[in-house]
């Protein structure tokens, strides 16, 4: 979710910052610390490839609209495993409340209790 970016970027309010595929082949400029969390060039033209739908509104804009508009963030990890991000998240992202929830591991299959 932080490879995405806050809101504003993710709804083009930002002046198209990240707007074409290669933006998307190098860390985002709101991550201050190294990292290689990237898409690979034919993930980037895939991703682009499927923005918009039907109703000529693109996801990103529909995702950007429902994390400005919302309350708080719950994401399904925690900052045992991702704190750098969590906090990024949290403070330069979003900036509103990241709630985890957790590792939310598959249920047990039936009769192995």
């Not at 750098?84 to 409340?97: A, I, M, Q, R």
Request: charge should be negative; hydrophobic fraction near 40%.
């Amino acid at each position: 979710m932080t490879f995405y970016g806050p809101p504003a970027v993710l709804m083009g309010e930002d002046g198209g910052s990240r707007s074409l595929p290669e933006h998307f082949t190098v860390p985002p400029p709101w991550v201050p610390f190294p990292s290689d969390i990237v898409f690979r060039p034919f993930e980037a033209n895939k991703a682009f490839d499927i923005v918009e739908n039907a109703s000529g509104v693109s996801d990103s804009l529909r995702f950007g609209s429902v994390l400005k508009n919302t309350d708080a963030v719950f994401v399904r990890s925690c900052t045992e495993f991702e704190g750098e991000w969590f906090e990024l998240l949290k403070n330069v992202v979003y900036k509103k409340p990241v709630i985890q929830m957790g590792s939310m591991l598959p249920p047990l299959p039936r009769g192995s209790r």
